[in-house]
């Protein structure tokens, strides 16, 4: 019987974790904090300072992410580029989905093979949002559209976003043994293999193996891309 070892690797820089945490708990507050705005009339202005603040908040954190798209690591640019070796895993994690979670989780290194596109996307709706903020009561216009229903139009798509996001994190934090969400926390995910030849006490495999299914085995390096 092959042995299943256990490999810890630092996947999400520091800054990264701080971006996604800002930008995670600002947009949750920004969308309390309009739905308090559309319904406490005593503390409007409370809420409106606060929503002012806030956005502003998310736009620093916005720019760190932009910053980091040009630092190696996995927050690089070129990791939001899907390489053809994940299609397979975009595949496996659809069947994953439709299967309501029976199929197995595909193997990945930082970021889930399918929701990878959406990130960018994301961002560009955030981008968006924050302008449109911005501007909410000027006369600008955007393809006929006031600057207000912008807003609101993009603030739909990041609560829609925000819903499946965590919905699906937590799903595969449940189903997997890769403790996704603690890695956004502490930026280490686990990596289990099987290999005969495990530098005891090193903790660095001689073979490089990762295996998720228990039914298949794959190189942790053949899932990690090359951006250093
Ligand atoms: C309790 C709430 C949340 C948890 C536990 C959480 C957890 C995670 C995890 C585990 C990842 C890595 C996902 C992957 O494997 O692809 C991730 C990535 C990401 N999350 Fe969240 N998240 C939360 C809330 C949010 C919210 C509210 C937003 C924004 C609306 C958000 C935006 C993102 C983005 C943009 C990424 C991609 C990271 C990057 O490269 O910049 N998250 N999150």
């Known amino acids: 019987m092959q042995q299943e070892n256990i490999r810890y690797v630092l996947v999400w820089s520091v800054w990264l974790r701080l971006s996604h945490w800002i930008i995670a708990g600002g947009v949750l507050f920004q ?19 606060w929503h002012l603040i806030t956005g502003q908040i998310i ?13 190696p690591g996995s927050s690089n640019w070129r990791a939001f580029i899907p390489e053809r070796s994940q299609l397979q895993a975009m595949i496996q994690m659809i069947k994953f989905y439709l299967s309501l979670a029976r199929f197995p989780l595909p193997n990945w290194y930082a970021h889930n093979p399918l929701w990878l596109p959406v ?99 794959i190189s942790v390096d053949s899932i990690k891309k090359q951006f250093d």
């Open 31 to 49: 969308i309390a904090s309009a739905w308090a705005l559309a319904h406490d009339d005593a503390n409007a202005a409370f809420w409106l300072d």
């Open 59 to 71: 736009l620093m954190a916005f720019a760190l992410r932009v910053v980091l798209l040009f630092f």
């Open 119 to 217: 990130y960018p996307v994301f961002y560009l709706v955030l981008a968006g949002c924050v302008i449109s903020g911005l501007l909410y009561n000027s006369s600008h216009v955007f393809f006929g559209n006031p600057m207000y229903e912008l807003h609101g139009a993009l603030v739909g798509l990041i609560v829609a976003f925000s819903i499946f996001h965590i919905a699906t994190v937590f799903l595969h934090d449940l189903k997997g043994k890769g403790a996704y969400i603690s890695a956004m926390v502490n930026g280490f995910r686990y990596f289990h293999y099987t290999g005969l030849d495990d530098k005891a006490g090193s903790g660095l495999p001689g073979k490089q193996s990762a295996d998720f299914s228990d039914k298949q085995s």
